[in-house]
């Protein structure tokens, strides 16, 4: 039976362009060291937050092939594989090399809106092909459809080698009911920063994380001084983050986190349409509090 290795702190790995709109493979790379050295326990590449919908197919190959060089087996890696067409992920997924990746996280099915049956087959035929342990990813916000907790655990005892959701519904209530009714190797991951101190004081065992981009050593902290129990302390850094949270995804996501890292020198603030940059009002009021915070 697989057990899921994805716990602490995982970062939703941006993508750094250039001026030019290439990929920066250097900032990548410094960005990557940055995070590890900085309490990051695993990474999550290619989805969201790293405007996957935007790359090649070589641009995707070749930035899975540097975060492989980079990290060296230091932490585990989360590759995104996955679609509103069944068959077209089954085939990327047989296709794709996962030599060096330590499991394959697949999102619900946009736009077409499946109902919650469509849902446990489309998971069903994608955890019978996976050559890797699978981490479901329910996001409603972005697919139109919620995934609810008793498919998501149906699917949890149904497949052993289902060993977690990124849950980001943003429903703590479902989120409890997951939690309740999973079997042991099935764990629940934060798919959103702002309810991370909840879901963990509620039994989730980590995030994938947008503002762990750049601010991973105080976001790793919070967490692991709620693993210890130490609440209190826990609390202090998430109130540091709360004005922060809402403004990082004001005007979409990579946006605000792009901004914030290059108020910090490590990228330039560069986006793919159809996503653009954040506003000026909003960058500077990141730049305050980052000023604010003293991190």
């Not at 697919?143 to 609810?148: C, L």
């Amino acid at each position: 039976m697989a057990q899921n290795i994805f716990k602490g702190l995982g970062i939703a790995l941006i993508t750094p362009f250039k001026g030019d709109g290439s990929v920066d493979y250097e900032s990548l790379e410094r960005l990557l060291n940055y995070q590890i050295n900085n309490g990051a326990d695993f990474l999550c590449i290619l989805a969201t937050t790293g405007e996957v919908p935007c790359l090649t197919r070589e641009e995707k190959d070749n930035i899975t092939d540097l975060v492989k060089r980079v990290v060296k087996g230091r932490i585990p890696i989360l590759k995104y594989c996955g679609g509103n067409n069944t068959a077209l992920v089954l085939d990327e997924m047989r296709n794709s090399n996962w030599q060096g990746i330590d499991g394959i996280l697949s999102i619900c099915p946009y736009y077409n809106k499946p109902s919650q049956e469509g849902l446990y087959q489309h998971f069903k035929a994608i955890a019978q092909k996976s050559p890797l342990p699978l981490v479901l990813y329910n996001v409603p916000g972005r697919t139109g459809v919620n995934m609810k907790a008793e498919t998501t655990v149906r699917l949890a005892k149904d497949f052993p080698n289902i060993v977690g959701v990124k849950e980001a519904s943003g429903s703590l209530e479902q989120v409890d009911e997951i939690i309740k009714n999973k079997p042991d190797n099935f764990d629940v991951i934060s798919g959103d920063d702002a309810l991370t101190f909840s879901m963990v004081a509620s039994g989730a065992i980590g995030v994938i994380s947008v503002i762990g981009n750049a601010l991973p050593a105080q976001f790793s902290k919070m967490i692991r001084l709620e693993f210890n129990g130490e609440y209190e302390m826990a609390r202090k850094i998430h109130h540091c983050f709360t004005e922060l949270y809402s403004l990082l995804f004001v005007d979409g996501n990579p946006a605000g986190v792009k901004a914030l890292l290059n108020d910090m020198g490590m990228i330039e603030n560069i986006l793919r349409l159809p996503l653009v940059p954040t506003t000026i009002t909003t960058k500077q009021k990141m730049a305050d509090i980052l000023k604010q915070l003293n991190f």
